[in-house]
């Protein structure tokens, strides 16, 4: 059975950091794309991030370039999201979603094969 759990969600101030971890299993894990998404409320989901496999890639949406990075730990069968200087525009479900075939798009969500069941993260002004 697939399973995505994601965890190290919260609620931080502006400017804190926060890091998001998804735990992967039931496929092999180093074969597949893992991306990070979002929705706000009253918004549509939207793709924050991407690693490719064998981290050969990596995405990000323009508003979180150069605050969140994306690492994979095969091994491990992990992916992180470190989130550096948030801001309130931030604050969203995040997702771990995994997907065996991106084609040109990373970020549509309508590529991803597998997700998590999401996790809070507010970020207070």
């Known amino acids: 059975e697939v399973q995505l759990a994601e965890s190290g969600g919260g609620l931080v101030q502006a400017g804190e950091s926060l890091r998001l971890s998804c735990a992967a299993s039931?496929?092999?894990?180093?074969?597949?794309?893992i991306g990070w998404f979002r929705q706000a409320p009253g918004k549509g989901r939207e793709g924050v991030s991407c690693?490719?496999?064998?981290?050969?890639?990596?995405y990000y949406a323009d508003s979180v370039k150069g605050r969140f990075t994306i690492s994979r730990d095969d091994d491990e069968s992990m992916v992180y999201l470190q989130m550096n200087n948030l801001k309130p525009e931030d604050t969203a479900v995040y997702y771990c979603?995994?997907?065996?075939?991106?084609?040109?798009?990373?970020?549509?969500?309508?590529?991803?094969?597998?997700w998590g069941h999401g996790i809070q993260v507010t970020v207070s002004s």
């Open positions: 690693a490719s496999s064998s981290e050969l890639s990596k």
């Open positions: 039931g496929f092999t894990f180093d074969e597949i794309h």
């Open positions: 979603a995994a997907s065996w075939a991106l084609g040109s798009t990373w970020d549509n969500a309508a590529k991803y094969n597998y």
